[in-house]
């Protein structure tokens, strides 16, 4: 849980529907692919970021498919940024994680790696 509970990302009523359809497609924990490898690579240079992922977000964590400048492969979901967008079913941008009240206190954001936008 994040330092404060109502930061945590909500959970949308038709979740055991996007569960069901994630583990259909058998990709978390699966073996690193050059393909999906490619793409954050590209993603990372293409707009000049230091971190790329391509995240799966089950029902407790946020698993990396695919990662650039991150060592680690999976976070909690309460510390998930992509929390919200499937809650919104909308792109997000987040300009500055320090000033926005639902990640200030994120320990992505106020620890390692640090993320700001």
């Known amino acids: 849980m994040l330092g404060n509970p109502q930061h945590n990302p909500p959970v949308p009523d038709d979740e055991d529907i996007r569960l069901s359809d994630l ?9 690193e692919d050059p393909h999906f490898q490619r793409i954050v ?7 000049q970021v230091p971190i790329s992922l391509i995240s799966l977000v089950d029902s407790t964590r946020q698993w ?3 990662r650039h400048g991150l060592d680690a492969r999976q976070t909690s979901r309460q510390a998930a940024f992509c929390g919200y967008v499937i809650a919104d079913q909308q792109p997000m941008v987040v ?22 936008f």
């Open 23 to 31: 583990y259909r497609l058998q990709l978390l924990d699966t073996a």
């Open 41 to 47: 690579n590209l993603a990372s240079e293409a707009f």
């Open 95 to 116: 300009e500055d994680a320090l000033e926005d009240p639902r990640f200030l206190d994120n320990p992505l954001v106020t620890g390692e790696p640090r993320i700001r």
């Open 64 to 66: 990396f498919l695919a």
